[in-house]
């Protein structure tokens, strides 16, 4: 479908005037409050502290080296494997939950959106310790298993990997969900028809059709639950009991913690940025060069 | 997309309700809910000063947003070792004692402690130790200190405060090191001692470590002592115990912002706070050792016998600012947590 | 019929999945709605029936005021987001120039920002920009990790938009804002309203970047709530979340309700 816009000359033009002056709202922001903080942020990291912690600007490349350090590559290279199990984990449960909201009818599509969304406008920490009420060794889901003596002795069920990735998919399934959502919607049903006509069952149709119409929605979900799942540390503090520092952690240490060296961890988010920004600007070019 | 609408417009709604604005203002910078509501709400109504009260977790967040401005403070409440580095660096005003008539209540063993040796610029607000919990029902051998509790048999079941440079000087003071000495040397002789009691812990948690061992999820932990007050004020099957190799206090300090817009009206809370029945108010929220000696007449005997709050304390050893050695204990304790988790 | 038969489990499936979710997600609410009536201060376990805690949510002023603040925050964060999100993905959809991907990369780069990091140097920013600490400085930080979760999700959905929609609008001599507004818009409407959910949920539960750009006066709801669950779970915190679900849910209701009235029956 891409292609069309492409391939009609009159639609993707340079901005003329007009263009311009739409562009400039957002191109003043991003110079104003992501380019400049971002590049604070750079100088940051070649700079040194002092014993308060203040940054002193120098020009250093100490902060670099420490981060290539393997104890802070292992603990980058486990936060990015629980932020892909949980990636991968909420694209599964959002699917069908998206579709089905793509496919509902009015009153009641806005009603099923808002019981998405609701229970996520009460503070994500009252949400935590409610599921450590239901997790904890003495907590509600043990009492219930033992209850029906299902099991013979409480299993331990917080202040696990498990409890951590539980966490990650429950803070980040709306994100999934919405994006998917958003491309479903505008999905023509006469397309699942002709599929239907042409001997596609519906899994069969779902799985040609729709899997691949809903990319757009997908690759949006995975960049708003798979980046912001690495730099996360509260859930795995709150559900995880701490044990394995995230390289948010670590980072959060560095600004506010009793490291108060803000230059190494500005090194170290400068990386984590630049590595994915790369990735993204990658992928980017390899879309609109397929596309082309 | 109509509902939509209407939730933002009740959201805008409320914005043209706001709240009548005090004549006088002072702006509170403290731990998170450390000074109670009660507290504030009464030194608002006696004086007409508004409260604001803005808040932190960590003795170096509260540091770190003094230091980049933005926002004007006039009241804060730094731990001591940050309190040190701050006197140090003319960051504190000098405090105007013949405005503090109620100084006179505090106990002397409080005062004029290395931080501030001639307490001129910080008021003590609460001490504290950090100390051993035992779950008594569930853990039968005795648990005399850190050599006791961090032994095979309880991995799994130890709940610790997620603060790297206390773990660290657990490990010095048990190998006859002072714990205010953090060289590379000393942490290096720690290291395999640290590295071991890691594996052990089932949590870290700093802001609320007595939640795990109520919740039955752990046996055993090294907590700050008002939260053990509050663990053995509800259950008396939990014991606090203070380690047999070595301990230290902690003291919460109040202090004025050289920066201060308004250091009369924080003048006016700190003496407030000081009444001795101003303080019982703090002491029946936050059980650790209250330094008012006027106010701990006013306690409960059972809030005097916690041993907790009142442990037989000698002399008072608090940590010191280590400066840039904090990135050294940093990178000892990723490291070893990342090789724990394994 | 043996498809049919295959359709109506395919569609039991994705109702059953669903329902399966939407308890996921309303389960630990439940939990803390029963415990938010629970005369236990330490929440661990039931003790006996009180309301309580919502007298306490009531009287507690400070709550009461971080919760206006957070709602006036995430109300203008979510026009200023949609606003901006809309007009700039339509815009790197509809253009073509030097430096588009580039500022589609740094439309990224708040959503790869850790938190901490971009509350951290915002903060050095107002410093520097000499921007006292307020309202204003939380609105432009929210506004600022907010609006390209908007902006991904209309471009998601701009990706397979027909172009000879806006051809068609212009060729009717439409101008190119009117087309955008009275063509483009409405076919965005469901992507744009999951961004608005996103930006106001966002701007509702955050915590870090808030803390590092407000001041005191402009404490929001999370802020205080974080405070106050540090030294342990309170009960109170409980209550205050099930007023809000409440409130939210009434709100809907109602205005449902009125939509109703004034239209004839449907049937």
């Not at chain 2, 209250?290 to 809030?303: F, H």
Request: proline fraction near 7%.
């Amino acid at each position: 479908m891409t292609d069309l816009v492409q391939a009609s000359p009159g639609t993707a033009r340079l901005p003329r005037f007009t263009g311009w002056l739409l562009l400039a709202p957002l191109a003043v922001w991003l110079i104003a409050f992501v380019v400049a903080p971002a590049l604070i942020l750079v100088v940051y990291s070649f700079s040194e502290r002092d014993e308060l912690g203040r940054v002193v600007f120098t020009f250093t490349l100490e902060n670099y080296r420490r981060a290539a350090d393997p104890v802070y590559l292992a603990v980058f290279g486990r936060s990015v494997a629980y932020a892909a199990i949980t990636t991968a984990i909420c694209a599964v449960l959002a699917y069908p939950v998206a579709w089905t909201l793509a496919r509902t009818r009015a009153p009641w599509r806005g009603r099923l959106l808002l019981l998405v969304m609701i229970p996520f406008w009460t503070s994500f920490l009252i949400r935590t310790y409610a599921w450590i009420t239901i997790l904890k060794s003495e907590g509600l889901l043990n009492g219930l298993l033992l209850y029906t003596h299902t099991i013979a002795a409480p299993l331990e069920l917080l202040y696990t990997p498990g409890a951590v990735v539980l966490g990650l998919v429950y803070a980040y399934l709306p994100f999934m969900i919405l994006p998917i959502y958003g491309s479903a919607e505008k999905l023509d049903p006469a397309l699942i028809e002709a599929a239907h006509d042409l001997g596609c069952g519906p899994w069969q149709s779902f799985a040609r059709v729709v899997l691949p119409l809903t990319r757009p929605g997908l690759a949006a979900g995975v960049m708003m639950v798979f980046v912001p799942a690495i730099g996360m540390f509260a859930i795995s503090d709150l559900m995880g009991g701490a044990r394995v520092p995230l390289i948010g952690n670590v980072i959060q240490d560095q600004f506010v913690g009793q490291a108060r060296d803000k230059p190494f961890g500005a090194a170290l988010a400068v990386i984590f940025m630049a590595l994915f920004a790369l990735l993204y600007w990658l992928w980017q070019r390899r879309t609109e060069g397929r596309v082309a | 997309m109509p509902t939509v609408v209407r939730l933002l417009t009740l959201a805008l709604v409320a914005a043209i309700s706001p709240a009548p604005r005090a004549a006088e203002s002072l702006n509170l910078f403290a731990w998170s809910e450390y000074v109670p509501q009660a507290v504030i709400d009464g030194f608002s109504q006696e004086t007409g000063i508004k409260v604001n009260y803005a808040t932190y977790a960590s003795g170096e967040e509260m540091l770190s947003k003094l230091l980049t401005g933005g926002a004007a403070y006039d009241l804060i409440q730094p731990p001591d070792y940050i309190a040190e580095a701050m006197i140090r660096n003319k960051l504190l005003r000098p405090l105007d004692r013949a405005r503090l008539p109620n100084l006179r209540h505090l106990a002397p063993e409080f005062l004029a402690l290395p931080h501030d040796p001639a307490s001129a610029y910080t008021v003590p607000y609460m001490i504290g130790t950090v100390g051993i919990v035992v779950n008594t029902e569930r853990v039968k051998e005795p648990i005399r200190g850190y050599r006791d509790l961090f032994q095979k048999k309880y991995s799994n079941r130890i709940v610790v405060v997620n603060d790297n440079r206390e773990i660290v000087s657990w490990a010095l003071v048990t190998l006859g090191l002072s714990q205010n000495d953090i060289t590379r040397a000393s942490l290096a002789k720690a290291r395999p001692l640290i590295a071991e009691w890691l594996k052990l812990v089932k949590v870290f948690d700093s802001d609320s470590p007595k939640t795990p061992l109520l919740n039955g999820d752990v046996d055993l932990g090294v907590v700050w002592s008002g939260e053990a007050a509050k663990l053995i004020k509800g259950n008396k099957k939990f014991a606090y115990v203070l380690p047999a190799e070595g301990y230290h206090s902690f003291v919460d300090l109040l202090a004025i912002p050289a920066t201060a817009k308004n250091p009369a009206a924080a003048h006016r809370f700190l003496d407030y706070v000081l009444r001795p029945e101003v303080s019982k108010l703090i002491s029946d929220e936050f059980p650790y050792t209250n330094p008012n000696l006027a106010a701990r007449k006013l306690l409960s005997p059972e809030q005097l016998a916690n041993p907790a709050s009142y442990p037989p304390l000698g002399k008072l050893d608090t940590f010191r600012d280590i400066g840039k050695a904090a990135a050294d204990i940093d990178k000892l304790m990723t490291d070893l947590k990342t090789a724990a988790a394994k | 019929m043996k498809r049919l038969s295959s359709h109506q489990v395919f569609c039991t499936f994705l109702r059953g999945w669903t329902a399966l979710v939407l308890a996921f997600l309303w389960g630990p609410i439940a939990v803390l709605a029963v415990y938010s009536f629970n005369t236990s201060r330490l929440n661990i376990l039931w003790e006996g029936f009180t309301l309580r805690w919502y007298a306490e949510v009531w009287g507690h002023a400070p709550l009461m005021a971080a919760a206006r603040n957070s709602l006036v925050i995430a109300g203008i964060t979510t026009i200023a987001s949609v606003v901006l999100g809309t007009a700039g993905a339509w815009l790197l959809h509809r253009y073509r120039f030097r430096g588009a991907r580039a500022v589609r990369t740094l439309v990224g780069v708040p959503v790869l920002m850790p938190e901490i990091v971009m509350g951290a140097s915002l903060l050095v920013l107002f410093a520097a920009l000499a921007m006292p600490l307020g309202f204003a400085t939380v609105v432009i930080a929210h506004v600022t990790f907010c609006f390209p979760f908007v902006l991904l999700a209309v471009q998601a959905r701009l990706a397979g938009l027909d172009p000879g929609l806006e051809e068609a609008a212009l060729d009717l001599g439409a101008t190119p804002l009117r087309a955008f507004w009275l063509v483009i818009v409405p076919c965005l409407r469901p992507a744009i309203v999951a961004g608005a959910l996103l930006a106001f949920t966002l701007s509702m539960d955050e915590v870090i970047v808030t803390y590092f750009t407000a001041s005191p006066e402009a404490t929001t709801l999370p802020l205080r709530i974080f405070g106050l669950a540090k030294v342990g779970l309170n009960p109170m915190l409980n209550a205050l979340s099930v007023l809000f679900i409440a409130a939210t849910i009434a709100v809907v209701v109602i205005s449902e309700r009125l939509q109703k009235t004034p239209r004839p029956p449907a049937a």
